[in-house]
């Protein structure tokens, strides 16, 4: 069975500071790996994705992600937080044998401070 | 393009009532799924469709859920009798097929 893991479901940066969100996840087969992110009162928009290939993601808004197998691991990070980066981030794991169920962590609020 | 959108955005019945949520996919994706998100906690998916097809309702909690995809469009979620348990939100994507889900917005459903 599939099972994501989100350390720490609220986190909190300074406008400018580095954003790191983590993401683990658990999965018996080669993995596809997501982040999507629900901005206020809004649906959840992908922000990148790790199917095969390059294992360092490039997503919109300037995030990216890096799968590491070893460490079961797809951490979301940012260089600089912007103000308008404040939303839920979710990551996601599905498996390249069948990508029709997705799996989903408990999200991460990421506040940005002035 | 339009998005995958859902009708209502909000929802609030009394338990034992009947509801019915409707979505509507991105034109031409033959997949729909449809997740629900609990009170804060991740997000499961609850079935998957291919055209009007059920192709997997592992997720379904019980029978009070009954997911329809009449004529492989919009598809209805609904809940008959609803328990107050059955809060939460209700989220559809659709996909033309490969691994990428386009998710709706989703509808808040308050039972009380």
């Known amino acids: 069975a599939q099972s994501v893991t989100q350390l720490g479901s609220h986190v909190s940066v300074s406008e400018g500071a580095l954003v790191l969100l983590r993401c683990n996840y658990s999965?018996?087969?080669?993995?596809?790996l997501f982040w999507y992110v629900q901005y206020p009162n809004q649906g959840l928009q992908l922000l990148l994705k790790y199917t095969t290939g390059a294992t360092l993601v490039k997503g919109i808004n300037g995030f990216e992600a890096e799968f590491k197998k070893s460490e079961t691991s797809f951490h979301l990070t940012k260089p600089s937080a912007h103000m308008s980066d404040a939303a839920e981030y979710f990551c996601a794991v599905t498996r390249a044998n069948d990508f029709n169920k997705f799996y989903f962590g408990s999200g991460t609020k990421l506040n940005v401070k002035p | 393009e339009a998005g995958v959108t859902q009708f209502p955005s909000h929802s609030v019945i009394e338990k034992g009532q009947t509801v019915t949520l409707r979505c509507d996919p991105i034109s031409g994706h033959d997949n729909l799924y449809w997740y629900r998100r609990v009170m804060g906690k991740e997000i499961k998916f609850l079935l998957h469709f291919v055209k009007e097809s059920k192709q997997d309702e592992s997720g379904m909690p019980n029978n009070r859920f009954l997911a329809e995809r009449t004529g492989g469009t919009y598809s209805t979620l609904k809940v008959q009798p609803a328990e107050l348990e059955d809060s939460g939100v209700y989220f559809c994507?659709?996909?033309?097929?490969?691994?990428?889900?386009?998710f709706g917005p989703g509808t808040r459903l308050l039972v009380l």
């Open positions: 999965s018996s087969v080669p993995p596809y």
């Open positions: 994507a659709s996909s033309p097929a490969g691994e990428t889900q386009y």
